[in-house]
């Protein structure tokens, strides 16, 4: 009996759905449930990877804490942006981003450096890209003092529209 | 011809929207289907031939443009592309 039934059930096709009779045909599409993903949604994101870990300035071999790196998440393609290091207060000492492949030379304006990068990867991959530092001293009578201790502010500003920016503090001692 | 919804195929359904959601088990994105595609995948029952779903929605819907019978055949193909659909008979018993 419940087979007779189940069997008028489906028998009654799209009477027991809500096709409105006379509704006019339109072309059956299949179409694609994307999800799009959340980083492409919200764009290409920048976050520091080790922020505060130890590390020592090439130049000056500096102790001092930086990140190691930073991650592009949400790619779109090749990026590029620019990283800018600032004093917080008054320095005696400034801090560039060391040589490699897709570093552009540190320029420095005063104690703050702008170093240029360019990289890339596939759509809505990630990409880390490691960073070292340089510190370049003051000389006599302005040389760091041994209690020195400086704080610098890393901002990575990663090309597009709108940019998208990250921050994060250095340190650097000179004991 | 007669179709079936394909074994390996998970099925979500809105009411009374009449919105599916298909995914097949091997595929990596499920596909919707609204509105005249929702009703053609309805009528796959495994009993209806080809035949019998086309007189459904010739029923159902107007079809000023006489285009309903080659584009149902159309989908049908479509759905057995992406082996959403399978032909009933392939294991009858």
Known sequence: ?175 | MIWRHGTLVAEVRTEPAGRVALLHLDATQPVVLDGTAAAIWELIDGRRDHAEVIAELEAAFEDAAGQLAHQVEAFLASLEAQRLIEAAHKTSH
């Open chain 1, 1 to 175: 009996m419940s087979e007779i039934v189940d069997q008028n059930v489906k028998k009654a096709g799209l009477n027991r759905r809500a096709v409105v009779k006379g509704a006019a045909w339109s072309l059956p599409v299949i179409a694609a449930a994307i999800a799009a993903p959340a980083a492409s949604a919200s764009g290409p994101t920048v976050t520091f990877i080790g922020a505060g870990s130890a590390v020592t300035y090439s130049g000056g071999n500096r102790s001092g804490t930086a990140p190691t790196g930073f991650r592009i998440s949400g790619l779109i393609g090749a990026v590029s942006g620019t990283i800018i290091i600032t004093p917080v207060g008054t320095v005696h000492a400034r801090i560039g981003i060391q040589p490699a492949s897709m570093f552009s030379t540190s320029a420095f304006d005063g104690n703050t450096s702008t170093t240029t990068y360019s990289a890339g990867t596939g759509t809505g991959q990630a990409i880390d890209i490691s960073v070292g530092f340089f510190n370049l001293e003051d000389s006599a009578p302005n040389k760091p003092k041994p209690t020195d201790e400086y704080t610098y502010l890393m901002t990575v500003l990663l090309n597009g529209s709108p940019a998208v920016r990250a921050e994060t503090n250095l340190t650097i001692r000179f004991k």
